[in-house]
């Protein structure tokens, strides 16, 4: 269960090694599914994948599932990005949207 989780996270951590899972000089990934478990945990489910909440060298942004009612659409929410990281943020992204896309999505309220 939840191996399309664990292979975007093994994926971005073989691609972004250096400084793994350190918010201010590396890259941190949190994925949380809409029972507010996080990856990791025993009750994690990624098929309710809510988010998933990315720090890359002090910038952070989330990848939302939208809010409007389809499990197809995802929404990128507090990205600012500098010019410098802008491949890199282009990489995690394709890495995680990779990931995303082999899951069957359900929103949480339609999966209870």
């Known amino acids: 269960m939840n191996e399309n989780t664990k ?6 951590q073989k691609e972004f090694l250096e400084n793994w899972g350190d918010i201010s000089k590396g890259l941190k990934v949190t ?3 809409g029972a507010k478990s996080v990856f990791g945990e025993y ?10 909440e990315i720090a890359y060298k002090g910038r952070e942004f989330e990848i939302c599932i939208s809010d409007d009612g389809s ?24 890495i995680v949207g990779k990931h995303l896309n082999k899951i069957e ?3 949480y309220w339609s999966a209870v």
């Open 43 to 52: 009750a994690f489910d990624e098929t309710i994948i809510d988010r998933v």
């Open 71 to 94: 499990t197809d659409q995802f929404d990128l929410e507090g990205i600012y990005i500098e010019v410098g990281i802008i491949e890199d943020i282009g990489k995690i992204i394709s």
């Open 7 to 12: 292979n975007m996270v093994k994926e971005l």
């Open 31 to 33: 994925i949380i599914d």
């Open 105 to 107: 999505l359900n929103h």
